[in-house]
């Protein structure tokens, strides 16, 4: 069922056409040029200590490369003060919004939430930890201009990409990846790196299906993607490490594989995400663009949710 924002989301777009891929305005070769609005949805838990400094660096980054931008932070229920010191921040940035919940939900949750709230024609996901800094967006807005793509995503594994990883975590990504080939014959070799970008209507179509919430988020959106008949491509990214990698155990392998696994059941024999879609598709038919009239409309009957404040 959606909820008031969610409704706001779908309005705030162009005419969409079911099952198969829009005709698109091509895009302006460099990010300056585009003149349209490109959101930034950053998930961020228990990022007190460095929040702060990656809302100024995303700024500072966005605004280098003449980016016509908004940014939303989203706390998915830190227990350190991350939302209080990422409030205190957009307090002084003008382009910043910082929404959240109380509890944590999980990454994919926090991203799904942002991209509700996001009001640009693009939508770009990047990590807190600035480990693949936001000025390599130009990177990947210059892939999706030149090949004609409606997603693209950071990718480790690109053979251009500068990356120090752990033989161990290598192993076990080449692993995953084959894993995820042989399932979905997905066109990437990396679904897990942070900085994507997507056309809206992307993600206008793709999120009303997810159900994962946690370990295999990205790759239920880029299955659903890919399925629909959008474009995916990668592009490299320069990965620095600004804190020791986290641990691969056991119970993590698990819980990727378990989620996973449920994505094939459920995209495969249990048709879930075809059956969701038909409603969806047919939802976005009937709904008319949005004229700059209703915009003062929109923000009076759904209130400060339309404007990212909550969902």
């Not at 838990?45 to 995303?58: G, I, K, M, Q």
């Not at 709230?117 to 990947?140: T, W, Y």
């Not at 900085?195 to 179509?205: A, I, M, N, S």
Request: glycine fraction near 8%.
């Amino acid at each position: 069922m959606y909820n008031q924002t969610r409704k706001a989301f779908m309005r705030r777009t162009t005419n969409h056409q079911a099952a198969k891929r829009p005709v698109s305005t091509p895009l302006p070769g460099r990010l300056a040029d585009y003149r349209g609005l490109v959101s930034v949805v950053i998930p961020a838990y228990n990022e007190a200590p460095r929040v702060r400094r990656t809302l100024d660096e995303t700024v500072a980054a966005l605004d280098g490369l003449g980016a016509n931008y908004e940014i939303i932070l989203v706390d998915d229920g830190s227990q350190d003060g991350t939302a209080s010191l990422a409030r205190q921040a957009a307090a002084r940035l003008q382009r910043v919004r910082v929404v959240g919940s109380e509890v944590n939900l999980g990454k994919g949750s926090a991203l799904a939430r942002g991209a509700y709230c996001a009001l640009g024609d693009l939508v770009l996901f990047m990590d807190a930890d600035l480990e693949v800094h936001p000025r390599q967006v130009e990177l990947l807005y210059t892939a999706m201009a030149r090949e004609d793509v409606d997603v693209v995503i950071g990718s480790k594994m690109h053979a251009d990409s500068q990356v120090e990883y752990p033989l161990r975590r290598r192993i076990i990504s080449l692993g995953y990846y084959g894993v995820v080939h042989t399932l979905f014959g997905l066109p990437v070799k990396d679904t897990q790196t942070g900085l994507k970008l997507y056309k809206r209507e992307v993600l206008l179509r793709v999120c009303p299906r997810l159900l994962v919430k946690r370990y295999a988020h990205d790759l239920e959106v880029l299955v659903n993607a890919h399925r629909l008949g959008y474009r995916i491509s990668e592009a490299p990214v320069v990965v620095t490490r600004e804190r020791a990698f986290n641990r691969i155990g056991l119970k993590d392998v698990f819980h990727v594989s378990l989620d996973t696994a449920a994505i094939w059941w459920r995209t495969y024999m249990l048709r879930y995400y075809d059956r969701v879609g038909i409603g969806v598709d047919q939802l976005l038919e009937r709904m008319r663009p949005l004229d700059v009239a209703d915009l003062t409309a929109e923000a009076e009957s759904v209130g400060p949710a339309a404007t990212g404040v909550a969902l």
